[in-house]
Every structure is written in structure tokens, then in C-alpha cells.
T-cell receptor
Framework: AAGVIQSPRHLIKEKRETATLKCYPI?????VYWYQQGPGQDPQFLIS???????DKGSIPDRFSAQQFSDYHSELNMSSLELGDSALYFC?????????????FGEGSRLTVL | EDQVTQSPEALRLQEGESSSLNCSYT??????LFWYRQDPGKGPEFLFT???AGEEKEKERLKATLTKKESFLHITAPKPEDSATYLC????????????FGAGTQVVVTP
């Protein structure tokens, strides 16, 4: 079965650089979520999109932005990177009519900021 | 503010040794409590949703239960492949899928 696809899987950037992460949700899933998981921490909600519109926002820094495109894929753009941005970034999708908390997570993109 | 606290932080079990993980929560109006399993370096994998006190869900060797203040994940006769971090989460606010996770319980099952 198709899963949530994230790219790149690993990314190394310098401080103050910019990074873009991509997410391709499961077909016919209408909502996309971005979560950030720091080392040894639980996942933290960043932002979500429903039918290409931003539906909710969490603890996402102003340096970060995201959008969902017409083909439902989503991109998370991170600028002026800081050491503390080093983390695993997960994208998840939820199917229309599914249980409220049943999210399908991708394998994650590991960002390392040097 | 919604809070989710999991205990213990880590649990080491012998194969076949049953045990329970705890998740206590404080939320203003529970809209769902969720259990996920996470393997190292992988995304969380959905296990269960519980909506109301008294509800129980089972899947293979796992059974999740819910009371008004806490949830338990029982692992019966675990196998080494049950080794993972188990995350508990609640829905934060009105937005479906906006989850607040606990810190997780890391379970290691040895043969």
C-alpha cells in the first residue's frame, strides 16, 4: 500500500541557510500535518493543511512557512536555520472520514544544522 | 493547558513477561486519546483511538483501556518485535490530527 513519501530523507545545512522539505501524502488523503521531533523528544505539531488551505498552526517559528499544492503535496520551507532546528521532521496525512487521530506518518526528514 | 504524562520512561521486559504502560492526561474536553508505536528513526505508527471512559481496544498482544484521567496500554506475553517507543497523545483543541504527545515509554523486550 502507498505510504506518505518524504524527501529528502537526510539534509545537512549550515547556520543561516535555507532548507525545503517535501511531502507527498497518501492518495485521497485530504489533510497534511507537519511535526518536528527533536532528539529524545516527542513530536511537536507545526502546521496542517486541509484541501490546500492552512487549517491549524502550532509552535512553528516565523522563519518557517509551508504550503500545500494543487496535487496535494506539501512543502515546509525553513529559513535562517539555527542549530536548534536540527530534528526529525515528519509529515503525516489523514484520510477523509478517518478516525480523528489516525495519522499516517512518513519516514521523516532528518535535518542537521551545523 | 492540555498535558500528557507517560510512565515509566523506560521498561525492560523478558519475552513473555506481561506489563502495562500508563498515560495520564489533563485536557479540557477529551476528543480522543491515541496510542502510537515508534521504532527508532521512523515515523509513529497508529495503534488505537479511545474516545470515552470504559472503552477498550485490542490488537494482537496489545490492549488499550481508558478511564477519566488515564489510559493504560497492556502488553501481554511480549515478543522482541514489540520493542519500540509507545507514544500516547490527545487531540489538542478542535483541530483533528493536531495531537499533543506524551514523552513516550521506551520498551525493550529481550529473548
Amino acid at each position: 500500500a502507498a505510504g506518505v513519501i518524504q524527501s529528502p530523507r537526510h539534509l545537512i545545512k549550515e547556520k543561516r541557510e535555507t532548507a525545503t522539505l517535501k511531502c507527498y501524502p497518501i492518495p485521497r488523503h485530504d489533510t497534511v500535518y507537519w511535526y518536528q521531533q527533536g532528539p529524545g523528544q516527542d513530536p511537536q505539531f507545526l502546521i496542517s493543511f486541509y484541501e490546500k488551505m492552512q487549517s491549524d498552526k502550532g509552535s512553528i517559528p516565523d522563519r518557517f512557512s509551508a504550503q500545500q499544492f494543487s496535487d496535494y503535496h506539501s512543502e515546509l520551507n525553513m529559513s535562517s536555520l539555527e542549530l536548534g532546528d536540527s530534528a526529525l521532521y515528519f509529515c503525516a496525512s489523514r484520510r477523509a472520514g478517518g478516525e480523528t487521530g489516525e495519522l499516517f506518518f512518513g519516514e521523516g526528514s532528518r535535518l542537521t544544522v551545523l | 493547558e492540555d498535558q500528557v504524562t507517560q510512565s515509566p520512561e523506560a521498561l525492560r521486559l523478558q519475552e513473555g513477561e506481561s506489563s502495562s504502560l500508563n498515560c495520564s492526561y489533563t485536557v479540557s474536553g477529551l476528543r480522543g486519546l491515541f496510542w502510537y508505536r515508534q521504532d527508532p528513526g521512523k515515523g509513529p505508527e497508529f495503534l488505537f483511538t479511545l474516545y470515552s471512559a470504559g472503552e477498550e481496544k485490542e490488537k494482537e498482544r496489545l490492549k488499550a483501556t481508558l478511564t477519566k484521567k488515564e489510559s493504560f496500554l497492556h502488553i501481554t506475553a511480549p515478543k522482541p518485535e514489540d520493542s519500540a517507543t509507545y507514544l500516547c497523545a490527545v487531540q489538542a483543541g478542535d483541530s483533528w490530527g493536531k495531537l499533543q504527545f506524551g514523552a513516550g515509554t521506551q520498551v525493550v523486550v529481550t529473548p
